[in-house]
């Protein structure tokens, strides 16, 4: 014979919040040349996350319509339905436990999130990464970079009124300027481990 016991209300209610307490929903976000995907990529193998990237979607839309990063960006300007798909696939990927979220808005729109991660690096430091990245010439990228940046500005400050040098929602700010990455990883590795031991 079985016996099943209902669990009271109260006690259903605690095993739930022991559950969200326990849940590990890391944003990171980050400036173009900054590190955020190395680094995101990098800490969810260390600590077994399930990784999401907008950017991902970004550029595949892009590429659909055989555009350059900067063409999309100042497209999708004057078209908010895309940069809402966007959010909506993200989202819906995003969704569940034991998630890091790559994005450039994941800070400020991903509320879920519990530990909210921003790198920073000088523009001229950055483009030199992304210049080195993809062998291209730097006055090239400078220029793009630059394009890109101010187009997202714009957008994300119209569409969702976030201002993106607005960094108090974020619980750490990394400056990747003087680390290699290697060397930005482990920060970051040392920083996410003690806030996943905190919490199980």
């Excluded at 996350?49 to 839309?61: D, I, K, P, S």
């Excluded at 100042?74 to 569940?96: C, F, W």
């Excluded at 400056?175 to 003690?194: D, H, P, S, W, Y």
Aim: aromatic share 8%.
């Amino acid at each position: 014979m079985v016996v099943i016991f209902a669990l009271p209300a109260r006690v259903r209610r605690s095993k739930k919040l022991l559950e969200r307490e326990r849940m590990v929903v890391v944003a990171i976000s980050g400036l173009h040349g900054a590190g955020k995907t190395t680094a995101a990529r990098a800490l969810a193998r260390k600590f077994k996350l399930r990784y999401v990237c907008a950017g991902t979607v970004f550029r595949q839309l892009a590429k659909e319509r055989g555009m350059t990063l900067d063409e999309f960006s100042r497209y999708v300007e004057r078209r908010p339905s895309i940069d809402h798909q966007i959010d909506r696939l993200t989202a819906a990927a995003a969704k569940g436990r034991n998630v890091l979220i790559d994005a450039r808005l994941a800070g400020w729109m991903a509320k879920q999130a519990n530990l909210k991660v921003l790198l920073t690096a000088p523009l001229e430091e950055r483009v030199r990464r992304i210049a080195r990245r993809e062998r291209r010439k730097y006055k090239e990228v400078l220029n793009e970079t630059r394009k890109r940046e101010r187009s997202e500005a714009k957008r994300f400050k119209q569409f969702y009124s976030i201002d993106v040098n607005d960094h108090s929602p974020f619980d750490i700010v990394l400056n990747t300027e003087r680390f290699t990455a290697k060397e930005m990883v482990r920060i970051l590795e040392l920083a996410v481990g003690q806030f996943i031991r905190k919490r199980s």
